[in-house]
């Protein structure tokens, strides 16, 4: 397969990011022991500068579901580290079948979540998936072993800058000397909490939710951008050797300057966004949607 990553430990497919024209993180992770995929899902703003999506979003966005479900079908773990709609997916693009027989480790849906994913997301989603699923554990601070491979999770930290939107849980999966680590929505990692698993574990490669730089001096302020760009810095200095920045990072086309301050800074290490690293052109569509819809 493509991959970003190909050892005789891991391959790593960056099945579906915003870099690749929708909302998503999903991640595949193939060892010797186990396929994993990591939030299989994939979803569109409802709004983005007052429009609703274009039409080719809303085919792109079919387009990464079909390769979603494709991964996820043949995976034997799944993993959901929240409830939003971009990483569990209630059958809308992505079918329940991929649930068929699967180990699904969770994001506690009782502990360190806010409202909405607790008293209505959650429990709705894993009703649905409970008679489909082999096995369902909340994952939270756990270490799973499956042979010779280990998935490691965080305890739950915010999602985002703080807990208003809810908590995540990020993901280390480890085999022999290759780990990789998936850090779900930190936008940045702006907060200490967040950015402390990748430094303590010293991946090899860093799936970053990147700075929130759309919504720049609204919800995500100077200073969490400055405190982002710090902790990336700190993960690179520490010998993370590829570390994609996606997901909120690429909804806004300044993405590529802080790309290149890091780029410059550190020669040795690959940066960039999902679809840079997986040999593709980026395609921002999101954030060009006004442009989309002028085009007609
Ligand atoms: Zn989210
Ligand atoms: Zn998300």
């Known amino acids: 397969m493509t991959a970003v990553i190909e050892t005789p430990e891991m391959a790593v497919d960056l099945v579906a990011f915003d870099s690749m024209g929708a909302r998503s993180m999903c991640t595949y992770i193939e060892t010797k022991d186990v396929r994993i995929t990591i939030d299989p899902a994939v979803a569109l703003a409802e709004k983005r500068f007052n429009l609703g999506p274009h039409a080719t979003e809303v085919e792109r966005m079919g387009q990464l579901a079909e390769r979603i479900r494709r991964r996820a079908m043949g995976s034997d773990v799944i993993i ?13 693009a992505v079918p329940l079948d991929i649930y068929g027989g699967k180990t699904v480790l969770i994001k506690d849906p009782k502990n360190r979540i806010n409202s909405s994913q607790g008293n209505y997301r959650a429990p709705l989603f894993l009703a649905m998936i409970k008679g489909r699923a082999k096995q369902i554990e909340v994952a939270d601070g756990r270490r799973f072993s499956f ?97 994609v920045l996606d997901h909120h990072f690429a909804r806004d086309l300044t993405f590529e300057k802080y790309l290149n301050e890091l780029r410059e800074d550190y020669r040795d290490a690959k940066i960039g966004t999902a679809a840079e690293l997986m040999g593709m052109e980026d395609d921002l569509l999101e954030a060009r949607r006004r442009e989309l819809h002028k085009g007609g």
Request: proline share 5%; charged share 20%; hydrophobic share 30%.
């Open 80 to 92: 959901v580290t929240h409830y939003h709609y971009d990483h569990h997916d209630p059958g809308d």
């Open 147 to 243: 042979g010779g491979t280990e998935i490691e999770f965080s305890d739950a930290v915010c999602h985002g800058p703080n807990s208003a939107m809810g908590y995540v849980i990020q993901t280390m999966v480890r085999r022999g000397d290759e780990k990789i680590v998936h850090t779900s929505d930190v936008q940045g990692p702006s907060r200490q909490d967040q950015a402390e698993f990748i430094l303590r574990n010293r991946p090899n490669t860093a799936i970053i939710d990147g700075p929130m730089i759309y919504m720049l001096g609204y919800a995500y302020s100077q200073g969490d951008l400055e405190a982002s760009l710090s902790n990336i810095r700190a993960i690179l200095a520490g010998g993370t050797k590829n570390v």
